[in-house]
C-alpha cells in the first residue's frame, strides 16, 4: 500500500491544475416540423416539404482539431408525421469527385467513405441513444448507445437514400417509429445530435459540440423540441428462418456415416408491450452459421474467454451486461460433467471398463427470452431468461457390449434480472441477480449484485462503486446427506478526475476465496485484492506534429484475498500519440521491481477456486504454494499507418526480460491492409511469440510435491480476411486463421515451499509434463444477401481442424502440411431469413 500512497502523494501535486473548472458549453436546439406530406425518400431533401423546417448549421469538429469549425457546410432538417420521422442533410462539399465512397457491410463500422449520423436521445436521460448512420455508398449502420457502451448487435429496419451531385452529396432518412422507443406524452423532447465524416480529412464534426476532453457524449447532445401528438405504434415482427445444413466429418467408426444432413427451422419474435418495453423471444434457434471460435494452446490456470458471436445474445443485451455478471457463452455451452467420464465411471455403479461413443461438447437450447425497456421516470428493466434441455453422453461396456447413457448436463434454467435508474448528471444504480436452476442431484446458483456511478454537474469526477454476492446451493453434498450454501463477496471502488488534459484514477477492487460466478458469469480468478492509481496527462489539440497525444504513470498491486500475502507489484508508463499525417504508435513500459509470487499456477490450493472456468478442490495437501516470480522489465509497442490510403500497415511487438531465469519472452505482429478498390479489400495478419526459458506447471507428484518445467513455447498465427461487396446489400467475407502453438520442455523443478525451483533429473509422470504441438485451422466463407428490409439469404462453409501433431515438429511448413491432411470438418449450410412487421403487412392489408 506504502506505492499506491506514494502515487496519490504525487496526485495531490497536480490535483489544483487537473481541478480547473470546464467552460460551460452551448447547448444548441432544434426545431421538428410535422408534415401532412411525408418526403420521397431519394437522397435529395430538394422538395418544397422540406424547407417548412429550419435548418441545424454550425458543425463542429472533434477531430482531428477538436473545437475547430468543419471545413465543410452542412445542413439537417427534421419532419415528422404520424408513421415516421424524417432526416434530410445536405452535405455540401467544396470538392464533390474526392469524396470518398468504399463500400462495406451493413453495420460495418467507418471504412473509407464520408458518413452521416443522426443520433436520438428520446428519453432526454442523457445515457442512452438511438443511432443511424449511412455512408456514401449508401451502406446503413445501426446501434444502440448506453451507459455502458455502444451495441452494435442492435438492428433496425429503416429506409436511407443516397445521392451524389455537384453540391457534394445528400442523404435522407425514413425512421419509423416502430424502430424507436420514446415515452407516453404528448408532447416530446429529445435529445439529438447529428455527425458527419469527411474521411479525406479524417475529420468527424457534430452538429451540438462533443467535446473530446469530456467523459461520454450522450450527455453533449442538442435538444429537439415541436414533435408532438404521436402514438408508438404496436411493434410486433417476426423472423421466421429456415436452414440446412451437410456436414462431413471423417468419423472413422463402424456404423456412423460420415456425412450428417439436417433441416431446421424456428422463428424469433420481437413484441412491443408498451411504449417502452419489448419482448425478444427466439424459439428453436439455429447458430450453426456463428463465426468460428479463434482455438489457442491454453497453458496458463485460467480459461479462455471467447467472443459471443450469436446474434441474439448479443443484440439488445447491453442492460445484462452492464454488472459484468453475465456471459452469455455459458448458455448452451459444454455439459457440466463433460470431462468427468474420461475418469470416474463408478458413479454410474459400473466397475468394468467402458467406450465412451458420443460426448455431445455442447448443451442444447430450447428456447431464450429478453424483455428490456425503460421507463418514463429512467427505470431500466430488464429480464432474461433460457432453458437447456438433458445432455447425455453414450457409452458402452467393454465387457458386455451394452451401450447406456449418463446424464452431464441436466435441463437447466438460466435467469437475469436487472434494474438500472438513471440518475441526475449521467449517473446510475443497478440492480442485478443472475440464477441457474438445475434439475435434482446437481447444484444451483445465484449472484446479485449492486452497482452506482455518480458524477459531478461538470462531469468532471466520477465515483464507481459495486458489491456483489455469489451462493451455490448444494444438496446431499459431504457430509452425506447435509445441504449446504457456499457464499463469496467482491466488491469494487474507484474514484477519478475523467474529463479534461491532467485526469487520475484510483481503484481498489476485492473477490473473497470463495466467491464463484462462473455458472452463468465469466471471473478467471478469485482470492484476489488490487489496487491501482495511475496519472493521465492528455492532448486534445493538434500541436507540434502530433494532432493528440495521452500519457500514463501508474502503478498496481496485487495480493490475496485469504490468506493476505502479496503477489505482485507493477509499475507502468504509457504513451499513445496520432500524427499530423495520421499514423498513430505507442509504447507500454512496465517495470516489476521485485520478486512477485504467483499462487495459480502451481494449483495446488486447498480450498475451492476456480480453474479453467470450473471449481477444483483439494489439489495438494499444502494450501496456498506459490511460485517466485522473478523481477522483471517489459516494453512493448505499436505502430498504425493511415487507413485512407490503398495501403495500409500494422506493427506491434515487444520483449519481456527477467534477469534471474534469465527469461525472454519476444513478439511481433505484421498487418498489412489493401484495398484493391471500393468493393475489395483484404487484410493479412501474421504473429509470432517466442518464450524462452518460460517456468510453468508440470504435474503433481507424491506426498503433495509438485513439479515446473522450463520449456520453449513457439506461437505462430497466421489469418487472412477479404471482403467483396458486391452492393449495399450483398457481401462475400472471407476468414481463414492458423494456428500453430508449440510447447517443449527441457529441464524439471521440483516447487519449494518458499517459491523456489530445485532441479530434478526425471521427467515427472504427468500429462503436464509432455510437450505440446496445438494447431487449430479454420475458413468460413460468407455469402450475404439482403434481399428485403430485415429479410436475408445466407450460405456459408466452413472447414475446421483441431490437432495435436507430434511435438518434435516443430518445422511450420511440415507441421502445416501434416494439419492439412488431418481429419476436418466441412459444414456447408443455407438459411434464409425473413422480417415480417405487423405495420407493413397492416397496410398492405388496406391497400
Not at 450453426?288 to 443484440?315: C, H, I, K, M, Y
Not at 500514463?552 to 500524427?579: D, I, W
Request: aromatic share 14%; hydrophobic share 35%.
Amino acid at each position: 500500500m506504502r506505492y499506491v500512497c506514494l502515487l496519490l502523494f504525487l496526485l495531490s501535486c497536480f490535483l489544483q491544475a487537473a481541478a480547473q473548472a470546464q467552460a460551460p458549453k452551448e447547448t444548441k436546439h432544434l426545431q421538428a416540423v410535422r408534415t401532412a406530406t411525408p418526403p420521397k425518400i431519394d437522397g435529395l431533401p430538394t422538395e418544397e416539404v422540406w424547407q417548412q423546417a429550419a435548418p441545424a448549421t454550425g458543425f463542429t469538429q472533434n477531430e482531428p482539431v477538436n473545437g475547430a469549425p468543419s471545413r465543410q457546410r452542412t445542413q439537417v432538417r427534421i419532419l415528422y408525421d404520424d408513421e415516421a420521422i424524417y432526416v434530410g442533410a445536405m452535405l455540401y462539399d467544396t470538392a464533390p469527385d474526392s469524396v470518398l465512397t468504399q463500400l462495406s457491410q451493413r453495420d460495418g463500422g467507418q471504412v473509407n467513405a464520408d458518413m452521416f449520423g443522426v443520433y436520438f436521445d428520446t428519453y432526454l436521460d442523457r445515457q442512452n441513444a438511438f443511432g443511424f448512420e449511412v455512408s456514401t455508398a449508401g451502406v446503413q449502420t445501426d446501434f444502440r448507445s448506453t451507459s455502458n457502451g455502444d451495441d452494435m448487435a442492435w438492428n433496425a429496419v429503416w429506409e436511407s437514400a443516397v445521392a451524389r451531385h455537384d453540391q457534394g452529396w445528400s442523404v435522407e432518412f425514413r425512421i419509423p417509429y416502430s424502430a424507436i422507443r420514446f415515452p407516453k406524452k404528448n408532447v416530446q423532447e429529445w435529445g439529438v445530435n447529428f455527425w458527419r465524416s469527411t474521411r479525406r480529412y479524417r475529420e468527424s464534426a457534430f452538429w451540438n459540440f462533443v467535446d473530446r476532453s469530456m467523459q461520454g457524449w450522450v450527455n453533449q447532445f442538442g435538444v429537439l423540441q415541436g414533435v408532438q401528438g404521436l402514438e408508438a405504434p404496436l411493434r410486433l415482427s417476426l423472423m421466421p428462418y429456415l436452414s440446412g445444413y451437410a456436414d462431413h466429418f471423417p468419423t472413422e467408426q463402424e456404423g456412423k456415416k460420415d456425412l450428417k444432413t439436417t433441416l431446421n427451422g424456428g422463428m424469433d419474435i420481437k413484441y412491443g408491450i408498451n411504449d417502452a418495453f419489448t419482448l425478444d423471444m427466439t424459439l428453436v434457434p439455429d447458430f450453426g452459421q456463428t463465426q468460428s471460435d479463434a482455438q489457442v494452446l491454453n497453458l496458463s490456470p485460467f480459461e479462455v474467454r471467447f467472443n459471443e458471436n450469436r446474434q441474439f445474445f448479443t443484440e439488445g443485451t447491453e442492460l445484462f451486461n452492464k454488472a459484468g455478471l453475465f456471459y452469455s457463452r455459458r448458455i448452451g455451452n459444454e455439459p457440466l460433467h463433460l470431462y468427468d467420464l474420461r475418469y470416474d465411471y463408478s458413479q454410474y455403479g459400473r466397475s468394468e471398463e467402458v467406450v465412451v461413443l458420443e460426448n455431445p461438447e455442447k448443451t442444447s437450447l430450447l428456447n431464450a427470452t429478453k424483455i428490456s425497456g425503460r421507463t418514463n421516470r429512467g427505470l431500466g428493466i430488464g429480464v432474461f431468461n433460457a432453458v437447456t434441455q438433458n445432455t447425455y453422453a453414450t457409452l458402452r461396456s467393454n465387457k458386455t457390449q451394452e451401450e447406456f447413457k449418463v446424464l452431464t448436463d441436466p435441463a437447466t434454467n438460466y435467469n437475469v434480472l436487472v434494474l438500472d435508474q438513471n440518475l441526475p448528471n449521467s449517473s446510475y444504480v443497478t440492480f442485478t441477480n443472475t440464477n441457474v436452476t438445475r434439475g435434482k442431484g446437481f447444484y444451483n446458483a445465484n449472484v446479485s449484485g449492486l452497482m452506482t456511478r455518480l458524477r459531478n454537474k461538470k462531469n468532471s469526477y466520477t465515483l464507481n462503486l459495486a458489491a456483489n454476492l455469489s451462493q451455490r446451493f448444494h444438496k446431499g453434498s459431504v457430509p452425506q446427506g447435509t445441504d449446504k450454501v457456499e457464499l463469496g463477496h467482491a466488491y469494487y471502488a474507484d474514484f477519478g478526475k475523467t474529463s479534461g488534459n491532467f485526469q487520475f484514477t484510483v481503484r481498489h477492487s476485492t473477490e473473497s476465496d470463495s466467491y464463484f460466478i462462473n455458472d452463468l458469469g465469466y471471473l478467471s480468478n478469485n482470492n484476489i485484492i488490487e489496487n491501482e492509481a495511475n496519472i493521465r496527462y492528455n492532448i486534445f489539440k493538434p500541436f507540434w506534429k502530433l494532432n493528440s497525444l495521452f500519457n500514463a504513470v501508474g502503478v498496481e498491486h496485487r495480493q490475496l484475498y485469504k490468506p493476505n500475502l502479496f503477489s505482485r507489484l507493477v509499475y507502468y508508463l504509457e504513451t499513445n500519440a496520432t500524427s499530423k499525417n495520421f499514423i498513430s504508435f505507442g509504447y507500454t513500459l512496465a517495470w516489476l521491481p521485485r520478486n512477485n509470487f504467483d499462487f495459480f499456477e502451481p494449483r495446488s490450493r486447498s480450498y475451492e477456486g476456480v480453474i479453467q472456468g470450473r471449481v477444483f478442490k483439494d489439489r495438494g495437501g499444502i494450501p496456498n504454494r506459490k511460485f517466485r516470480d522473478p523481477a522483471g522489465t517489459e516494453l512493448s509497442g505499436y505502430i498504425s499507418s493511415d487507413y485512407r490510403k490503398k495501403f495500409a500497415l500494422d506493427l506491434n511487438g515487444g520483449v519481456y526480460h527477467s534477469p534471474a531465469y534469465d527469461q525472454l519472452n519476444t513478439w511481433v505482429g505484421i498487418s498489412p491492409r489493401v484495398r484493391v478498390n471500393d468493393h475489395l479489400q483484404m487484410v493479412y495478419s501474421a504473429e509470432l511469440s517466442r518464450d524462452l526459458r518460460d517456468y510453468g506447471f508440470a504435474g503433481n507428484g507424491e506426498n503433495d510435491s509438485i513439479f515446473f518445467g522450463s520449456r520453449t513455447v513457439h506461437t505462430v498465427t497466421n489469418s487472412l480476411t477479404g471482403t467483396y461487396i458486391f452492393n449495399a446489400r450483398t457481401a462475400l467475407n472471407l476468414n481463414m486463421r492458423h494456428y500453430w502453438s508449440s510447447a517443449n520442455f527441457y529441464d524439471y523443478f521440483l516447487l519449494q515451499d518458499n517459491g523456489d525451483l530445485e532441479p530434478v533429473d526425471h521427467t515427472p509422470s504427468s500429462p503436464w509434463a509432455k510437450d505440446r504441438n496445438f494447431n487449430a485451422f479454420n475458413i468460413d466463407l460468407v455469402y450475404s444477401w439482403r434481399f428485403a428490409p430485415g429479410s436475408e439469404v445466407s450460405v456459408v462453409w466452413k472447414n475446421a481442424i483441431s490437432q495435436e501433431l507430434f511435438p518434435e515438429q516443430n518445422n511450420y511448413l511440415m507441421n502445416l502440411r501434416n494439419t492439412l491432411q488431418a481429419n476436418q470438418l466441412n459444414s456447408f449450410s443455407v438459411k434464409i431469413l425473413y422480417y415480417l412487421d405487423y405495420q407493413v403487412m397492416k397496410r398492405a392489408l388496406k391497400s
